[in-house]
Structures are given as structure tokens and as C-alpha cells.
């Protein structure tokens, strides 16, 4: 193996602004798909975990490293978003915050809020983003993806302010620009949190839109990519970006970005062999703003060895643009991943 630590990027942006209304997410528009354009195998779903669920399919890859290898080192994980939303005020006059959480949901859904019917109430999927006719037919190869064209809608929702070609109806709305495959492979999908309805005892959210009183959470819409490279210099490397927008009227100065991940070092498909000891350990490094999953024995199941590394690093996330402080150090060239 060229490497022993498989790098995971994972790269927010945040903006604060009033967007177009292209709908809303809903669990019925749930999909997945699976990258595979380096060494790194991966299945997602486009309400933004990666890796396995409870119950998924047997052709699920959690995290497959290298390629073809069925060695497996990630379970699955699920970005986040938490904010601070003033409430009330308590006998005193001081403030009483509440800190709502929106997750993608993970492996065991019971594990994230829900209601009593079972409703997710973390990111769901809007509908406008692949082709519903191929999530008809195969909800596992549906989510839009820039080398399999029967996976794309018939137009992009946010593009239809393009004067020139509205929608862009048979072209990839790549991260680059229309057609603009620079990625071996890239997928693209829209999340957003209007089914969060989470009760908080004897306080509740404000509405994030005053105009809809069934939109729920923050009012937060996250466009999400994944972009592979089979060049060397990152075949061991997947990218995530993330765009959020504020869609409400809700001031959200304190919010925060974050990843929840399983580890699975030393794991392997269809491989049961459990003689050997395989515990799980993580590391942070802070220099690096690099956290790590590894296998604490180096040997995975049926013996292979060694386990490779996974790492979580973020090469760009949100700061503080008005105080002249590099808030989250992507600046520092020499230490940090995002310089």
C-alpha cells in the first residue's frame, strides 16, 4: 500500500442570506448512490450521511479502502449544524438560550430526534436535485453524480436564473461551471431542515420563516459535494463540501459545523472472523486540525494488516469575517491542512 492513513476531507462554507424558494426536503426524496473514482469506495445518501445504515444493503461501501480490496474502515458518518437561539428571559433578565442540533440521521435512525411516528427530524433531501423517474427505478444508483447523466433532473432548480439557458436542462451543474468536469467523479445534492420539529419542554423554536408556519428548524438549506480525483496526489482522498444558507429570518450568530463519525478500522465485507482483537482508537491532532480513527492492534478481520488510518480534516470553515482574526487558523500555511 502507498499509504497507511486514508484522509477524509470534509470542507464547509457558510453563508448568511435569503435564497430562492426551490421547495423543501422531505424523507420521501431519499436516495444514495456510491463513489468510486479513486481508491476510496463510499456509499452516501443525499440527506448527507456516508458509509452504512441499519438495514441498508449488502452492496453499501463503508468507506473501502483501497479500492476493490473489500477492506472497510468507516461506519458511517453524519454532519451536523447547532446554533444558539435566544428564548426568553428568566426572572432576572438574563437571557435563557435553547441550542437546537440538526443532524443528518445515522446508522440507528431511533438514536436521532424523531417523532412519535418515526418522522426524521434532522436534513431531509429536496426533491428537485436527481432524477425522480431513476429513484423510482433504483434508489441505490439515484443520487445525481457528473459521470452518470440518467441520474440528473431534468433542470437544476438553482439555475434557472441563467438567461441564456434556464435550468440548464442536459448539462452537469458542476462545482466549476456548467459541464465543468474537473473531478473525476462529483456528486451534488440539497438538504434542508425543515422537518425539524423537536420539542423543548416548556419552550419552543421561533418560526425561522413567519410567512410558513409549517417550516421548521433554523431555516437552513445545505448544498452538499463530493468530489473525487484518481490523480496520485489524491487518490486516497475524498473532498465534501458544504454551502449552508440561512432561508429564515432568524439571527444565527453563534452556529456551528461539525461531523459525527463511526469508525470501523480493521473491518472487511462479508468477513466474520472475530479471533482477533480489533478496538477502535482516535487521536487529535491539533497542529494539523486533523482528527483520526486507527485499529489500536494494526490487524484487521482475517488477518490483514495493516489497518490503514482514516483522517477527518477540514481545509476551509466558517470564521468571524469583521474581527480580522483568523478564527479558525486556515490561514497558518505551515500547520494546518486548510492554509
Known amino acids: 500500500m502507498k499509504f497507511k492513513i486514508i484522509f477524509l476531507f470534509f470542507v464547509p462554507f457558510i453563508s448568511v442570506i435569503y435564497g430562492q424558494s426551490l421547495g423543501h426536503g ?15 469506495r463510499l456509499t452516501f445518501f443525499n440527506y448527507g450521511a456516508v458509509g452504512t ?13 483501497p479500492i476493490g480490496t473489500g477492506e472497510t474502515q468507516l461506519g458511517s458518518a453524519e454532519p451536523f449544524v447547532i446554533s444558539e437561539i435566544q428564548v426568553a428571559t428568566d426572572t432576572a433578565g438574563n437571557p435563557i438560550y435553547l441550542h437546537p442540533c440538526i443532524f443528518s440521521q445515522g446508522w ?36 445525481a453524480m457528473s459521470h452518470e ?3 440528473w433532473p431534468s433542470s437544476w432548480p438553482d439555475r434557472m436564473t441563467d438567461a441564456n439557458d434556464p435550468g440548464w436542462p442536459g448539462h452537469w451543474n458542476g462545482f466549476f461551471g456548467k459541464d465543468q468536469k474537473n473531478a473525476d467523479q462529483e456528486s451534488y445534492f440539497v438538504v434542508d431542515d425543515y422537518q425539524f420539529g423537536k420539542a423543548f419542554g416548556n419552550y419552543k423554536l421561533p418560526l425561522p420563516d413567519s410567512t410558513d408556519p409549517n417550516r421548521g428548524g433554523l431555516g437552513l438549506r445545505m448544498y452538499v459535494r463530493g468530489l473525487q480525483w484518481s490523480n496520485p496526489d489524491a487518490e486516497d482522498v475524498i473532498f465534501w463540501l458544504f454551502t449552508i444558507e440561512n432561508m429564515g429570518n432568524l439571527n444565527l450568530p453563534r452556529t456551528m459545523f461539525g461531523f459525527n463519525v463511526g469508525s470501523s478500522n480493521g473491518s472487511k465485507i462479508g468477513c466474520s472472523d472475530n479471533s482477533i482483537p480489533n478496538t477502535a482508537g482516535a487521536a487529535y491532532y491539533r497542529d494539523e486540525a486533523l482528527a483520526v480513527n486507527f485499529s489500536t492492534t494494526n490487524v484487521g478481520c482475517g488477518g490483514y494488516t495493516p489497518v490503514p488510518w482514516v483522517g ?28
Open 26 to 40: 422531505d424523507a420521501i426524496n431519499r436516495a444514495k448512490n456510491t463513489h468510486a473514482g479513486n481508491q476510496i
Open 53 to 65: 445504515v441499519s438495514g441498508g444493503s449488502a452492496n453499501d461501501y463503508t468507506g473501502e479502502w
Open 108 to 143: 440507528d435512525p431511533s438514536l436521532f430526534s424523531h417523532s412519535t411516528t418515526g418522522k426524521n427530524y434532522g436534513f431531509e433531501p429536496l426533491s428537485g436535485f436527481l432524477n425522480i423517474t431513476q429513484k423510482e427505478k433504483d434508489a441505490n444508483h439515484a443520487v
Open 149 to 151: 447523466a440518467y441520474t
Open 312 to 339: 477527518y480534516a477540514f481545509l476551509e470553515s466558517p470564521g468571524n469575517p469583521f474581527d480580522g482574526i483568523d478564527n479558525d487558523a486556515d490561514g497558518n500555511l505551515t500547520t494546518t491542512p486548510g492554509g
